[in-house]
């Protein structure tokens, strides 16, 4: 009678109970977990519990959910996020139950946890001055929600962070019965602060777009709209006041111990060639775009699966975390891709990533990459290269408020040394440059992360 659809990426440790619970809802039928291709060990722990398992057609949430309501059975369905283990016993029944008894089209969920700051600060107040008749929901960016296959197949799933308002407001806007229920106390994993103002950017828009009665052309609903958002951005800044340090870790040869467009070569057998492009290349621009050719047809999964095989370096978790007691804004700023770093990033803590950003097309890579801007010389360059991991740095203080003298630099190689240099403490960490051991202020040769810890103690 009731499908239960749990869209999920890496999640492997609390997919099992998640599925469990809904399981023993009365009146489910049916538990579709919507995997977005997770590395680790998600799928076969959501099969252990008897869950039906597809795979997303598309990264992302919107993707997941869609997906999940063409598959399924039932006409009613509830929605569970993958990573809660604190829900009732009884959540399904309470997101269900004004559906079965035909008292709702659509339930959405609010709990007792304190609404985020971009409910609080932009969803609610575009909401209020685009659409005042809109009704005033406590959570209306809740992912928790129930509701018709008839009336969800009509409605518009966003890709990004404003698929849950996007829903609320396509049903509203289709005339659908809205019911808001209480789901108790629960506890789930709040957004890091470097992306809030990426879901307040993607919420705004969403609303903006699905209001579609309002006059675009007024200037005090542009004024009202730029108040929120400077809202969001002061909220933003005051949340990271505490936060006055920068620790900065280089990937291949810190994080990982070895590199990884090296094993890569080794693995999908163009090392004679890799050879030959470093060689024959100076400029990075060029070695970049060459590189990235050779990993033309390679899956997400294969370049993911391909990482978890190099050894990271021992106690990298445990460093993050006691960094980030002390205070550190924590990130990797490396020259090989943002796919392995933004990997890397979820897997340990880190709160950024700045790499070179390969390009995929249905989750192949089609051998084409983007080189972000950060890395390029400006007018706040303080070293005299074109190209150099140093103004991706003094970008990132820029961004978070913090002076270059308030950074912690790990790396090992030549293009570290003017990040090593600059920064207030520079680590060389198991180099094999001397040039790089003579900008360090600290030297530690054996790949052990412990060794950091008297440093920023």
């Known amino acids: 009678m009731i499908t239960v659809i749990i869209p999920a990426l890496n999640e492997e440790k609390t997919i099992r109970q998640v599925v469990r ?68 016993d009884n959540v399904v029944e309470v997101l269900t139950t004004p559906l079965l008894n035909n008292e709702a089209d659509f339930v959405k969920s609010y709990f007792t946890r304190q609404a985020g700051r971009v409910t609080e600060l932009v969803a609610k107040p575009l909401l209020s001055i685009l659409n005042p008749a809109f009704p005033n929901f406590q959570q209306p960016l809740s992912g928790m929600i129930a509701g018709k296959k008839s009336l969800f197949s009509k409605c518009e799933f966003e890709d990004g962070y404003g698929v849950d308002i996007g829903i609320l407001m396509d049903m509203h806007n289709l005339g659908a019965r809205i019911s808001e229920v209480s789901i108790g106390n629960i506890e789930n994993r709040m957004q890091a602060l470097e992306q809030l103002g990426k879901m307040s950017r993607e919420v705004a828009r969403t609303i903006m777009k699905k209001s579609k009665e309002v006059d675009a052309q007024n200037l005090e609903t542009y004024e009202n709209i730029q108040v929120i958002r400077e809202q969001m951005e002061f909220a933003i800044r005051e949340g990271l006041m505490s936060l006055k ?7 291949d040869n810190t994080i990982l111990r070895a590199s990884f467009i090296n094993t890569a070569a080794e693995q999908f057998g163009f090392k004679k060639e890799l050879v030959d492009i470093v060689t024959n290349n100076n400029n990075p621009f060029i070695r970049t775009k060459l590189i990235a050719r050779h990993l033309k047809g390679k899956s997400i999964g294969d370049l993911l699966t391909l990482t978890d095989t190099i050894e990271v370096t021992p106690y990298l978790r ?84 913090v002076d270059l ?29 001397h040039l790089v051991d003579s900008v360090a202020d600290y030297i530690i040769k054996e790949p052990d992360f412990k060794l950091l810890l008297p440093i920023f103690d």
């Open 21 to 88: 619970l809904a399981n023993n809802s009365n009146h489910v039928t049916e538990v579709i977990v919507v995997d977005d291709k997770s590395m680790d060990g998600t799928v076969e722990e959501a099969r252990k519990e008897g869950a039906t398992v597809i795979t997303s057609t598309k990264l992302g949430k919107g993707a997941s959910m869609k997906d999940g309501i063409l598959v399924a059975k039932n006409e009613i369905i509830s929605f569970l996020d993958a990573d809660i283990i604190t829900y009732p």
């Open 245 to 251: 340090k920068i620790a900065m870790f280089d990937m």
């Open 318 to 401: 445990e460093a993050v975390q006691q960094l980030k007691q002390q205070g550190y804004i924590t990130g990797i700023i490396s020259d090989s891709y943002d796919c392995i770093t933004n990997h890397l990033k979820n897997k340990f803590g880190f709160d950024f990533t700045i790499s070179n950003e390969l390009e995929f097309s249905k989750s192949v890579a089609t051998g084409e990459v983007k080189i972000p801007s950060l890395f390029l010389s400006d007018e706040k360059s303080q070293c005299k290269h074109d190209y150099c991991k140093l103004n991706a740095l003094i970008s990132i203080c820029d961004k978070y408020g």
């Open 405 to 433: 003298k308030n950074t912690l630099v790990v790396g090992d190689g030549e293009n570290d040394i003017c990040c090593i240099r600059k920064a207030g403490i520079g680590v060389s960490f198991c180099s094999t440059n």
